[in-house]
């Protein structure tokens, strides 16, 4: 049973469309993240999420729009997609704040904007 | 401003070699984390290590061993007698108490292992 799983894995899409990558966790956490992954690698959070709470929004497009309906799911739309949109997108999540804790990440979500 | 620091973009070795990875951090805080993870050709992040900043000991595990050193803001990580399968991005990471789970990450250091 994957811990933390996105889908999809593989997102191929036209700029000015819309999209949405879902995220679900059966790990009992109660706090859930998006981290972005650029084509250099750099890893940047997002957003959190603690038991449907938004907690941390970088500074993001507003075109990002998470939403957490139960504290195992965390969901991402992107609107009006852009060329610079295109990255891989993981998930993750932790017991509390995280702070003192790893956190367990998905296996990463690659969008591609054509 | 980067918060965390990998100066070492790409790392090649021959296998069986050791390997250091250096990490440099900042930060205020007088209590935070710091992690390791390990992203191989796959692409998933998988979690190495954690250590408080009031835990100084260095930390060993297998082939892995890491040297905290708050003197210099350095969390550095080693791979001994390194094999094929460590090849694979390595991150150092930084939580701050203040920062409610935020992962600063550095910018990742690529290491090759060659048979």
């Known amino acids: 049973d994957t811990a933390v799983s996105q889908t999809p894995k593989y997102l191929v899409t036209q700029m000015g469309n819309d999209k949405s990558i879902k995220c679900e966790q059966n790990l009992g956490h109660d706090t859930m ?82 | 401003a980067q918060k965390v620091t990998q100066a070492q973009t790409e790392i090649s070795v021959v296998e069986k070699e050791d390997v250091t990875l250096d990490c440099v951090y900042e930060t205020r805080d007088t209590t935070y984390y710091l992690f390791w993870y390990k992203q191989p050709p796959s692409g998933e992040l998988v979690f190495l290590i954690r250590r408080n900043s009031f835990d100084e000991q260095n930390e060993i595990s297998g082939r892995y061993s890491w040297n905290f050193q708050k003197s210099t803001s350095s969390f550095n990580f080693t791979i001994t007698a390194s094999q094929v399968v460590d090849s694979a991005v390595y991150f150092c990471a930084l939580s701050e108490e203040r920062s409610w789970g935020k992962l600063q990450f550095g910018a990742g250091t690529q290491v090759v292992v060659t048979p």
């Open chain 1, 33 to 114: 993240y998006w981290y972005k992954q650029d084509s250099k690698k750099f890893l940047k959070i997002m957003f959190s999420y603690n038991n449907k709470e938004l907690i941390i929004n970088e500074t993001v497009p507003n075109r990002f729009s998470p939403k957490s309906p139960d504290k195992a799911h965390l969901n991402l739309h992107i609107n009006s997609l852009e060329l610079g949109d295109s990255a891989v997108y993981f998930c993750a999540s932790s017991q509390g704040s995280g702070y003192t804790g790893e956190l367990f990440f998905g296996e990463g979500s690659r969008l591609t904007v054509l």
